[in-house]
């Protein structure tokens, strides 16, 4: 459903928008999925001030780990990369690249996939009350 994706860039205020737009709709999602964390935690912000619970009316969740997502209340669900080890790989493509091709670089691009961690908080923890 097109009416449940909303584009935004990591700049202020995007994650605000669009969780608006989302909240404007007639009937709005249950749950959303940002793709960053500092979008997710702009749209904590716009579904607080709406008077919208979370996680009971709506259920957030980011992606990148940040910690700005600790800081929060309540704290936000991510997906946590492993940046560390990412930039490590990167780092030993590059200097394995130099050693195979001094001259020219013209191999394929390396694609690898790395695990993620879903780190739950509790923007997506309702408990109810029985």
Known sequence: DESLVVSTRIEPASG???????????????????????????GLRAAT???????????????EGLRSGLITTPAI???????????RLAVEILFSRIEENNEKNDGPPTRLTVPVELVVRASTEFRDAD
């Open 16 to 42: 605000y928008r669009a969780m608006n737009t989302f909240l404007d709709l007639a009937h709005p999602p249950t749950a959303i999925f940002f793709f960053h964390d500092l979008l997710a935690v702009d």
């Open 77 to 87: 669900t991510t997906i946590s990369q492993p940046l560390m080890e990412m930039g």
């Open 49 to 63: 001030e709406r008077g919208v619970a979370v996680p009971q009316d709506i259920a957030i969740a980011g992606f």
